[in-house]
């Protein structure tokens, strides 16, 4: 652990250099999992910056996730009513 005493030092190491420290722990069951290549989970590099970029391309400003909000909206109805009928086949249809 550090702490810094100066706003000018924090201003410094988390703005002008925070693709330094911009990164995610690792987490061993995330890779157990299967989760290791979804966006959230993903280390700061080539393959992340690229994701991030399609993911704002089609959700980057509040008018498109609008656009989406009824399509989000009824693939979680259809995820809920499918847990509520066949609760254990759950990891199916959280992971869609």
Known sequence: MVIINSPTIANDLFNK??????????????????????????????????????????MGNRSRVEEFGHVMEAEAQTCARRLIDQPHDFQIFVRK
């Open 17 to 58: 250099r925070g693709a330094i420290y911009s990164d995610r722990p690792h987490f061993p069951m995330v890779s157990l999992s299967g989760w290791k290549d979804v966006i959230v989970m993903l280390t700061y590099g080539e393959r992340f910056r690229s994701q991030r970029k399609m993911v704002y391309s089609i």
